[in-house]
């Protein structure tokens, strides 16, 4: 796309992208590939603070927590800070104190999801122990055999017992191809239980809206930027708002083309999203 216009891969007219006040970013394969960042990235971050914009970087990916985020970000020189970021730890979170108070959980995850949620208070174990009244599975890139045996005893022998997990996504995108996610490790849970789990990332409308609500914001003043159709761009259709999909990362042209859910708009990357503003701004 040149410099001055303001239509998406498929020619729709993306102008009102300049009167954006919220970007939700999804992170891998949106604004970096494992430790690349994405040509355009930096330059469309500091557009938008310079224009009195938010952005808020929202990860299905609940095996790093937000400190881990900061570093990885701080290492790449994206300038952000805690309160920038919402995983899908938050939400987990935010859904048991809600819909699971007091309740003790069992949780198949890492040790920082781990941490993250005996931080927010909740009675949080690892171990097949007496009282455990919720099973929440993570992105566990430390998961072993024994987790595996634990998580599927405790769901035979408590049949009905609430099961959840932070993020249906099938692989994690890495430099060099995909290593599997949390949706296919609950794909094994699955064919060893018959139990499969509630989701709660993305494509959840949870995180937008808890965003929206934080900052304000209404859905027209509200975009999300994302490389996958059923989880990032789903999740904006979900919630209301404007969803842009990049082709950077895991999702193909013929991908969108064939889909019967459509994002509002398609860019090649994040670099001719700020081709777009700009031109919308007349600049
Ligand atoms: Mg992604």
């Known amino acids: 796309m ?65 400190a881990d985020y900061l570093k990885k970000v701080h290492g790449m020189a994206i300038p952000a800070g805690e309160e920038d970021f919402f995983t899908s730890s938050q939400a987990a979170i935010y859904y048991l104190k809600r819909d699971h108070p007091g309740k003790r959980v069992y949780c198949q995850g890492t040790r920082s999801l781990v941490a993250e949620l005996k931080k927010a208070g909740i009675d949080t174990v690892e171990e097949i122990e007496s009282g455990i009244g ?41 430099e060099g191809g995909s290593i599997p996610d949390c949706g296919s490790m609950c794909q094994l849970i699955k064919g060893a239980t018959g139990c499969y789990p509630r989701f709660l990332g993305k494509p959840e409308p949870t995180m937008i809206r808890l965003v929206m609500e934080k900052y304000g914001c209404s859905p027209e ?11 990032d761009i789903e999740a904006g259709l979900r919630a209301g708002v404007d969803s842009v999909c990049v082709l950077s990362g895991e999702c193909t042209l013929a991908d969108i083309e064939q889909s019967e859910r459509k994002p509002t708009f398609t860019f090649d990357s994040v670099r001719e999203i700020l081709d777009c503003i700009r031109a919308a701004r007349g600049e």
């Open 2 to 66: 040149n410099k001055g216009n303001r239509l998406d891969y498929f020619g729709e007219d993306a102008s009102r992208l300049g009167q954006k006040k919220l970007f939700l970013f999804d992170m891998d394969g949106t604004i970096y590939i494992g430790n690349t960042l994405i040509d355009g990235t930096l330059a469309l971050l500091e557009d938008i603070r310079s224009h009195d914009g938010r952005y808020i970087f929202i990860t299905n990916n609940s095996s790093r927590s937000v």
């Open 221 to 231: 003043e509200t975009m999300v930027i994302g490389d996958r159709i059923y989880t």
């Open 134 to 174: 919720v099973v929440l599975v993570g992105f566990d890139t430390e998961l072993t055999y024994h987790k595996l045996c634990n998580t599927c005893e405790i769901l035979n022998k408590n049949p009905g017992i609430p099961f959840v997990a932070t993020n249906p996504d099938w692989v994690c995108p890495v």
